[in-house]
């Protein structure tokens, strides 16, 4: 299972970038995937995640500004963000927890799985 995160680029401030994390492999759906962002110089922290079985929940910093979607004939999830801010620059990855894959109708992937990053890089 891989899932790579694209859509990164140079961006200036109160732009709008749409990132996308294309989950490949021999998977039967995605439960939950997770958005998590690392700034120069700082630790990752969480952007937002999407869980089939509950409500999308976002970081206070990018709420309302940003939004996760998904496409389940893809395997594809979507991190439309919005209003950019420089704060935001950071390489941003998807995230797969525990269980987040669901391999076949009846199991899920136990295994926790982190995609290739994308470089957001917002202008002032």
């Known amino acids: 299972v891989q899932l790579p995160a694209s859509g990164g680029g140079l961006v200036q401030a109160g732009g709008s970038l749409r990132l996308s994390c294309a989950v490949s492999?021999?998977?039967?759906?995605?439960?939950?995937m997770g958005w998590y962002r690392q700034a120069p110089g700082k630790q990752r922290e969480f952007v937002g995640i999407s869980n089939i079985g509950s409500s999308t929940k976002y970081a206070d910093s990018v709420k309302g500004r940003f939004t996760i979607s998904r496409d389940n004939a893809k395997n594809t999830v979507y991190l439309q963000m919005n209003n950019l801010k420089p704060e935001d620059t950071g390489v941003y990855y998807c995230n797969a927890p525990p269980g987040g894959i669901r391999l076949t109708r009846a199991t899920s992937d136990a295994m926790e799985y982190w995609g290739k990053g994308t470089l957001v890089t917002v202008s002032s």
């Open positions: 492999g021999s998977i039967f759906s995605i439960n939950v």
